[in-house]
Every structure is written in structure tokens, then in C-alpha cells.
């Protein structure tokens, strides 16, 4: 019902920066919570952020916190991450996801849509 589609992923050297987009289409994702996880090879998928319907909050996983920053444009039903200071261990897919919760601290317990994930690789 809802999908959505990552970009802007790629290879960037530590302590580089990327900005990842996710675009939503079908049933509109404004009323939701939207968020970002990651998943690295032989590791267990990650949270990483949430922000709330309105933008109003956000919600950063302790490993990102002061060089993820996540934002949402309503209007065109987008979400980012723009990340900076990229470590090695910050390599992943990362996956854009919705959360249809009414929260007021996003931390994305319910996801029901995900998108296809986009490669973020950290070189040294």
C-alpha cells in the first residue's frame, strides 16, 4: 500500500558524508512516523533513526547520534539522512521504513513498510 524507494546510497571514504533519500507513493506516508535501519553482513538488522509524523521529534540510535541528522519534507513525501563523519562500521544497507504508531519519541517498534535498501560502503 505504501512504497518506498531509497537513494543516494554509494562509497564515500571515513569521515566523508552522504545523504540518503526516501521517496514514499501509493497511501500517503505523511501521517506516519518514518524512520531508518541498517543491516551489515553478519550483524542483526539496527535501528538507526525515527522522526515523527509532524517532524515535530526524533529519535537517534546511540551509535549515530551528533553525525546522523534525519529530516522529512511532507510535501513531497520524503525522508533523509544525511550523514556525516562516516565511520567503517557505519557500512551497511540502509533501509527506509514507516511506522504508522502516533508517536511521540519515534523509535519505530511497528514498522509496516520497508523499502528495498541502499548500499552505503565506508572506505578507509
Known amino acids: 500500500q505504501v512504497q518506498l524507494v531509497e537513494s543516494g546510497g554509494g562509497l564515500v571514504q571515513a569521515g566523508g558524508s552522504l545523504r540518503l533519500s526516501c521517496a514514499a507513493s501509493?497511501?500517503?506516508?505523511?501521517?506516519?512516523?518514518m524512520g531508518w535501519f541498517r543491516h551489515a553482513p553478519g550483524k542483526k538488522r539496527e535501528f538507526v533513526v525515527g522522526?515523527?509524523?509532524?517532524?515535530?521529534?526524533?529519535y537517534y540510535a546511540d551509535s549515530v547520534k551528533g553525525r546522523f541528522t534525519i529530516s522529512r519534507d511532507n510535501g513531497k513525501n520524503t525522508v533523509y539522512l544525511q550523514m556525516n563523519s562516516l565511520k567503517l562500521e557505519d557500512t551497511a544497507v540502509y533501509y527506509c521504513?514507516?511506522?504508522?504508531?502516533?508517536?511521540?519519541?519515534?523509535?519505530?517498534?511497528?514498522?509496516?513498510?520497508w523499502g528495498q535498501g541502499t548500499q552505503v560502503t565506508v572506505s578507509s
Open positions: 521504513a514507516v511506522d504508522r504508531t502516533s508517536y511521540i519519541t519515534p523509535t519505530m517498534r511497528a514498522v509496516e513498510y
Open positions: 501509493g497511501r500517503t506516508s505523511s501521517n506516519y512516523a
Open positions: 522522526i515523527t509524523r509532524t517532524g515535530d521529534n526524533t
